[in-house]
């Protein structure tokens, strides 16, 4: 396994892991794969200057994805969330994700980003648990913070200090 944070030519790895992602498990994601399928490769090239995307590699297939999206305005540039984050169901449990979010935290700090915070669909209990043993502590809850298929879906917010 490796984990390599992706450039604006890997735009076509970028793309097959997160269409994946959103097709494999859209109750998780606040985007649909009908939202992704249709941007053109210039804005997934774009979509990967912008924000820091990891990606785990099992010899050369994407099998997990990671990104951190940077607040953009002066005085919340030391935060960012972290977004787009799956592994692939064949693939878990193996520390693949902890080995991507060390290199997106590393990456992160050297950024100057002091927190990177987070919202997990509050009915995912294995992926709040890992966000726990990573050092992310809830800092609150947002009661209905998506809608899937009609239904409401809490999101919990959860944050880690970097410094």
């Not at 590699?57 to 990671?66: L, N």
């Not at 953009?72 to 878990?92: C, D, G, N, T, W």
């Not at 009661?143 to 970097?162: C, K, N, S, T, Y």
Request: charged letters at 30%.
């Amino acid at each position: 396994m490796t984990v390599r944070l992706l450039a604006p030519d890997d735009y076509e790895v970028f793309k097959r892991i997160r269409l994946e992602a959103l097709r494999t498990a859209p109750e998780a994601f606040a985007s649909s794969a009908s939202d992704w399928e249709k941007l053109p490769d210039d804005e997934w090239r774009r979509r990967i200057e912008n924000n820091s995307v990891v990606v785990c590699f099992r010899q050369d297939e994407p099998v997990g994805i990671m990104g951190l999206m940077r607040q953009q305005s002066s005085k919340m540039a030391h935060r960012a969330s972290l977004i787009m984050v799956y592994m692939r169901p064949s693939e878990r449990g193996g520390g693949q994700a902890a080995a991507m979010l060390g290199l997106l935290l590393d990456h992160a700090r050297a950024s100057g980003i002091w927190q990177v915070e987070l919202a997990v669909s509050a009915e995912n209990p294995a992926a709040i648990r890992f966000y726990r043993r990573e050092g992310f502590d809830e800092i609150g809850r947002i009661p209905a913070g998506f809608l899937h298929e009609g239904r409401e879906i809490d999101e919990i917010m959860m944050a880690r200090r970097l410094t």
